[in-house]
Structures are given as structure tokens and as C-alpha cells.
Nanobody, 123 residues
């Protein structure tokens, strides 16, 4: 099992920034990638960003490319999502996920999920 705990969500004005953190513990070798997904009210959960744990290759949804940056700290077993130039449409619950993943944007390939953290962007 891998346990994931997100933090860093909150309320921010449009154009502002937030940094989300995800702490991983447990059988952390049971993953080759970690990702961030989000779910807005009334919508399905969607891919935001992912990182290959060993080599650090990053992937982004088109909607966040150039504004969000995913990074990791191997020693601390942490993954981060730096979110800049936030827009009201970024409002959602953000989830951290981990697993042995082939297609990083595919939700069902992730075995482990955090509880989520709310991000609200006001206009």
C-alpha cells in the first residue's frame, strides 16, 4: 500500500499562485509515476499533470501547460504542483495519485489516491 496526503489548497484570486504538496509513504516502490488530477463540481475527474518518478519526465494537460509545474523530491517522497496564473476554471478538488502506470493521463491506471485538497479561484 501507498499512502498519499495532499496539502496546500485554499482560496486565491484569479492570477494568483498556489503550491500543492503530496506526501507519499508506505510501499513507495510500488509506483513508477505520480500524478495530479482534479474534479470540478458536476464534472468528471480529469488529468492535470504527472511525473515519472525515476527519470523525472513530466506531462501536462493542455489546459494547464505553461502555468502549472509538477516536480518531485525523491529523498522526501514528495511531489508538488506549482500553480501560477490561476483561473476560476481551475477551481476543483485536486487529487494526488500514484501507481505503476503506462499511460500517465489515464485515471484507472493509478492504484493509490489521496483524499484531495480544495482549490478555489475567485474572479
Amino acid at each position: 500500500q501507498v499512502q498519499l496526503v495532499e496539502s496546500g489548497g485554499g482560496l486565491v484570486q484569479a492570477g494568483g499562485s498556489l503550491r500543492l504538496s503530496c506526501a507519499a509513504s508506505g510501499r513507495t516502490f510500488s509506483r513508477n509515476a505520480m500524478g495530479w488530477f482534479r474534479q470540478a463540481p458536476g464534472k468528471e475527474r480529469e488529468f492535470v499533470a504527472a511525473i515519472r518518478w525515476s527519470v523525472g519526465i513530466t506531462y501536462y494537460a493542455d489546459s494547464v501547460k505553461g502555468r502549472f509545474t509538477i516536480s518531485r523530491d525523491n529523498a522526501k517522497n514528495m511531489v508538488y504542483l506549482q500553480m501560477n496564473s490561476l483561473k476560476p476554471e481551475d477551481t476543483a478538488v485536486y487529487y494526488c495519485a500514484a501507481g505503476l502506470v503506462v499511460r500517465v493521463s489515464t485515471e484507472r491506471e493509478y492504484n493509490y489516491w489521496g483524499q484531495g485538497t480544495q482549490v478555489t479561484v475567485s474572479s
